[in-house]
């Protein structure tokens, strides 16, 4: 039952993330709406990237603690700051070269923490 609705979380998650790029695509005046001082689309964006990596990451944590794979104190810790830093980024900064280029380095960092690093 978990993993059907850690399953439906992602989906979730891809489906409000792609429904929201192609809605900003076809209505380009919802790109310059605000709450505040956060871009309505980057609330959405964040909010499904969120339902897809939250539960990717306890799952892929989960499987690690069972393994008892070396170093997990690095992997249960990082890709969590990885995700909250990750938000922060998306909601607060402005979308320039430099934040994209930042995002992608923390999702690198985050993927490689759970699926690359060594077993022991």
Partial sequence: M???LIRGAEICGVIIVLSM???GITHPEILHA???PIYVTNLVATLGGLLIAVPITGEQIRNKSIRGDAH???WK???WACIVVEAVLWL???NTMITAIANAAIAIIWGYLLFCAPKQ
């Fill in 2 to 4: 978990m993993k059907l």
């Fill in 21 to 23: 790029a192609v809605y």
């Fill in 34 to 36: 605000m709450i505040g």
């Fill in 72 to 74: 997990s104190a690095a």
């Fill in 77 to 79: 810790t990082i890709p």
């Fill in 92 to 94: 607060f900064v402005p």
